[in-house]
């Protein structure tokens, strides 16, 4: 098998990962923008829950870029 042939299936394979990262990204940031705006409206002990839960999703947001920065990474290393 050439390095071209073996290439074609992991460049498939990143761009696949990065349609999946980029949805992560995006309802990420659809949930970021509703708690939000649940935020304003709820009383104090309520909107201290929800702002708990927005920071986690901040993290699953943070850890989407760093694999999307990663996969990066990989398909510039020649030969990956």
Excluded: C, W
Aim: net charge negative.
């Amino acid at each position: 098998m050439t390095l071209a042939a073996h290439d074609a299936p992991s460049g498939g394979v990143a761009h696949d990962v990065n349609n999946l990262l980029a949805a992560i990204l995006n309802y990420v940031s659809f949930v970021d923008e509703e708690i939000n705006a649940e935020i304003a409206t709820r009383p104090a002990h309520e909107a201290a829950r929800l702002i708990a839960v927005l920071e986690d999703v901040s993290e699953i947001g943070a850890a989407a870029e760093r694999a999307a920065k990663l996969l990066d990474q990989v398909r510039a290393t020649p030969g990956a």
